[in-house]
């Protein structure tokens, strides 16, 4: 099966089908679950619409800890149900589903004591290991294995020798969470959904109590229509409330916001073999192999100002230095972090107190009639989260509906990878690139790699690395825009690419490079080409001087500095 592009040409028919014919279900949120959702609907021969008010995962799924993972920590808190449960799709998400964007990382826990501490760390990663084993699906990981000190300072040389009496190594698993949503998101497509970003519900159709569609705002064209459906499903995560207030009724439950900030740093600053999960006073830091790079987070800290940009402080940067270099024998300064972001996790209110020890576990509500709400869950389980939700809807549709088949439907560029990874040092030969350049294309795009090569091959500039981020190819720019629904500079520098946090300068030196081949495919104008570079040069200078800013309210203030991008 074609996988199918999401193009402009592609945006504006999905837009216009949608308003033409009524559909079985309407969801309204682009991040993981949402997304999720429309293929598990799709899946299920369902007409399917998603629309999203701004770019795919631009919220808490573009901003995760890039962790696909069964949560240790919850085991600590007995909820063996959740970790089970996310277990089970971490092993379905590496050997059948996404093999190509998720991938095995392993992790060194230091232990502080002799004795006791190893006994009950071990137990709980053994524990972990087999229900890992247990759920079907997690064979293809090493199991843990206990290490000297000796031998875990030989793995991970950046620890102070007076940080640990000896190690446990475990394995989970890592993803390029906006990437891998942009996939969902094409997948569906490829199997009937009709997808559109920067597409906004600004209102909900209703007929006496019952929901029957949304009226959905053109956010790039202009222009509003309705879209209607026998069901609408909410994913949209922190939104929920209010988009939960645009009928408003009073939600069944409400959902808290919780920011967690990372720092980025070159991988030569943390001499290191291996991921690290350190213990604070209020939950887990990690610090986690990223290409060239090294992620260190998270914060947990309640957040209730803006919620499109939540912003870093320098209270919380200074957090996470303090405790990386806790263990580190050369600690690391402001001078070492090359990017920083901020996301907010949506947790069920009304729990605890502590965003920290909120339940990751989901809820699915039907509030009124025609529509039904998801919130809730954690990045790994979205697909168990899409599930419930079509399940919920289904129940209230007026014929007979398929069971959930999303546990045997490979994402695009899944279906072969294996057999296309090994053959890299050939298709390295054939296209004249190096073998690293090409594991680089297959780490991201899978199967679709060749997309990608085509188009160097009928324009050989593409070829070349982008000036100043040379990790990257000038035709992954261009493709982003053909086929993966970018439509802003933001767009590709912080979310097709990873450009606006694995550089110094945070992009803003391959902005107009990238803008001029956006501009090819967009159909730009020399002055929308400007309106982008400047308005992504404010953007960052709103975040370096949020990240300068003491607490929540004056990074809030700072980062609200740079207004959002005026479409073309």
């Given at each position: 099966?074609?996988t199918a592009n999401l193009g402009p040409a592609e945006r504006a028919g999905a837009l216009a089908r949608m308003a033409e014919h009524e559909l079985d279900v309407l969801v309204v949120g682009g991040g993981v679950v949402g997304a999720g959702t429309a293929l598990d609907a799709a899946t299920r021969g369902l007409t399917t619409g998603l629309v999203e008010a701004r770019d795919w995962a631009s919220g808490t799924s573009s901003r995760s800890s890039k962790l696909i993972h069964g949560g240790l920590r919850y085991l600590e808190m007995l909820?063996?149900?959740?970790?089970?449960?996310?277990?089970?799709?971490?092993?379905?998400?590496?050997?059948?589903?996404?093999?190509?964007?998720?991938?095995?990382?392993?992790?060194?826990?230091?232990?502080?004591?002799?004795?006791?501490?190893?006994?009950?760390?071990?137990?709980?990663?053994?524990?972990?290991?087999?229900?890992?084993?247990?759920?079907?699906?997690?064979?293809?990981?090493?199991?843990?294995?206990?290490?000297?000190?000796?031998?875990?300072?030989?793995?991970?040389?950046?620890?102070?020798?007076?940080?640990?009496?000896?190690?446990?190594?475990?394995?989970?698993?890592?993803?390029?969470?906006?990437?891998?949503?942009?996939?969902?998101?094409?997948?569906?497509?490829?199997?009937?959904?009709?997808?559109?970003?920067?597409?906004?519900?600004?209102?909900?159709?209703?007929?006496?109590?019952?929901?029957?569609?949304?009226?959905?705002?053109?956010?790039?064209?202009?222009?509003?229509?309705?879209?209607?459906?026998?069901?609408?499903?909410?994913?949209?995560?922190?939104?929920?409330?209010?988009?939960?207030?645009?009928?408003?009724?009073?939600?069944?439950?409400?959902?808290?916001?919780?920011?967690?900030?990372?720092?980025?740093?070159?991988?030569?600053?943390?001499?290191?073999?291996?991921?690290?999960?350190?213990?604070?006073?209020?939950?887990?830091?990690?610090?986690?192999?990223?290409?060239?790079?090294?992620?260190?987070?998270?914060?947990?800290?309640?957040?209730?100002?803006?919620?499109?940009?939540?912003?870093?402080?320098?209270?919380?940067?200074?957090?996470?230095?303090?405790?990386?270099?806790?263990?580190?024998?050369?600690?690391?300064?402001?001078?070492?972090?090359?990017?920083?972001?901020?996301?907010?996790?949506?947790?069920?209110?009304?729990?605890?107190?502590?965003?920290?020890?909120?339940?990751?576990?989901?809820?699915?509500?039907?509030?009124?009639?025609?529509?039904?709400?998801?919130?809730?869950?954690?990045?790994?389980?979205?697909?168990?989260?899409?599930?419930?939700?079509?399940?919920?809807?289904?129940?209230?549709?007026?014929?007979?509906?398929?069971?959930?088949?999303?546990?045997?439907?490979?994402?695009?560029?899944?279906?072969?990878?294996?057999?296309?990874?090994?053959?890299?040092?050939?298709?390295?030969?054939?296209?004249?690139?190096?073998?690293?350049?090409?594991?680089?294309?297959?780490?991201?795009?899978?199967?679709l790699t060749p997309e990608l090569l085509e188009l160097v091959a009928e324009h050989p500039e593409l070829g070349e690395p982008l000036p100043y981020a040379d990790d990257y190819l000038r035709a992954e720019i261009v493709y982003a825009c053909s086929h993966e629904g970018a439509r802003h500079l933001d767009d590709v520098l912080t979310r097709r690419t990873r450009i606006s946090i694995e550089t110094f300068d945070r992009g803003t030196r391959s902005a107009r490079e990238c803008a001029e081949l956006m501009a090819t495919v967009l159909g730009?104008?020399?002055?929308?080409?400007?309106?982008?570079?400047?308005?992504?040069?404010?953007?960052?200078?709103?975040?370096?001087?949020?990240?300068?800013?003491?607490?929540?309210?004056?990074?809030?203030?700072?980062?609200?500095?740079?207004?959002?991008?005026?479409?073309?």
């Amino acid at each position: 099966m074609r996988t199918a592009n999401l193009g402009p040409a592609e945006r504006a028919g999905a837009l216009a089908r949608m308003a033409e014919h009524e559909l079985d279900v309407l969801v309204v949120g682009g991040g993981v679950v949402g997304a999720g959702t429309a293929l598990d609907a799709a899946t299920r021969g369902l007409t399917t619409g998603l629309v999203e008010a701004r770019d795919w995962a631009s919220g808490t799924s573009s901003r995760s800890s890039k962790l696909i993972h069964g949560g240790l920590r919850y085991l600590e808190m007995l909820d063996f149900a959740l970790v089970r449960e996310a277990l089970k799709e971490r092993g379905l998400l590496l050997e059948r589903l996404a093999p190509h964007l998720v991938k095995p990382v392993p992790f060194l826990y230091p232990l502080q004591h002799r004795g006791w501490e190893r006994w009950y760390a071990g137990s709980g990663v053994a524990l972990y290991d087999a229900m890992s084993v247990s759920s079907g699906h997690g064979r293809g990981l090493p199991v843990h294995r206990h290490l000297s000190r000796r031998k875990a300072l030989r793995v991970a040389p950046c620890l102070r020798k007076d940080a640990l009496a000896g190690a446990l190594q475990y394995y989970d698993a890592q993803v390029d969470d906006a990437r891998f949503v942009t996939a969902l998101v094409r997948t569906a497509a490829s199997y009937g959904a009709l997808a559109a970003n920067r597409a906004r519900v600004v209102g909900f159709l209703r007929e006496g109590e019952r929901v029957v569609g949304a009226r959905v705002k053109d956010v790039e064209q202009g222009g509003e229509f309705e879209v209607r459906a026998q069901q609408v499903i909410n994913a949209t995560g922190v939104w929920t409330d209010d988009t939960q207030a645009l009928i408003a009724e009073r939600g069944q439950f409400h959902v808290r916001a919780s920011k967690g900030i990372h720092l980025v740093v070159p991988r030569d600053r943390v001499n290191s073999a291996t991921g690290l999960i350190l213990r604070t006073e209020k939950s887990v830091l990690f610090v986690i192999p990223w290409g060239r790079h090294w992620i260190i987070g998270t914060t947990d800290t309640q957040w209730d100002l803006d919620k499109a940009h939540p912003a870093a402080s320098s209270a919380d940067i200074d957090y996470l230095l303090a405790h990386v270099n806790e263990v580190l024998s050369t600690p690391l300064t402001r001078d070492d972090v090359e990017g920083v972001y901020a996301g907010l996790r949506p947790l069920l209110a009304g729990e605890s107190e502590a965003t920290s020890k909120l339940s990751r576990e989901h809820t699915v509500a039907h509030p009124v009639p025609g529509l039904v709400v998801i919130a809730g869950g954690k990045y790994t389980t979205y697909r168990v989260m899409a599930k419930d939700a079509v399940d919920e809807a289904a129940r209230a549709l007026d014929h007979r509906v398929a069971e959930c088949c999303t546990e045997n439907v490979p994402l695009a560029g899944a279906e072969g990878y294996p057999a296309l990874w090994n053959a890299r040092a050939r298709l390295a030969a054939r296209t004249g690139l190096h073998v690293a350049r090409v594991e680089h294309l297959l780490g991201r795009y899978g199967t679709l790699t060749p997309e990608l090569l085509e188009l160097v091959a009928e324009h050989p500039e593409l070829g070349e690395p982008l000036p100043y981020a040379d990790d990257y190819l000038r035709a992954e720019i261009v493709y982003a825009c053909s086929h993966e629904g970018a439509r802003h500079l933001d767009d590709v520098l912080t979310r097709r690419t990873r450009i606006s946090i694995e550089t110094f300068d945070r992009g803003t030196r391959s902005a107009r490079e990238c803008a001029e081949l956006m501009a090819t495919v967009l159909g730009w104008s020399d002055e929308q080409i400007e309106r982008e570079v400047e308005h992504y040069e404010k953007r960052v200078e709103a975040e370096r001087e949020s990240q300068l800013q003491p607490d929540d309210q004056t990074a809030d203030a700072a980062r609200l500095g740079a207004p959002e991008v005026a479409p073309g």
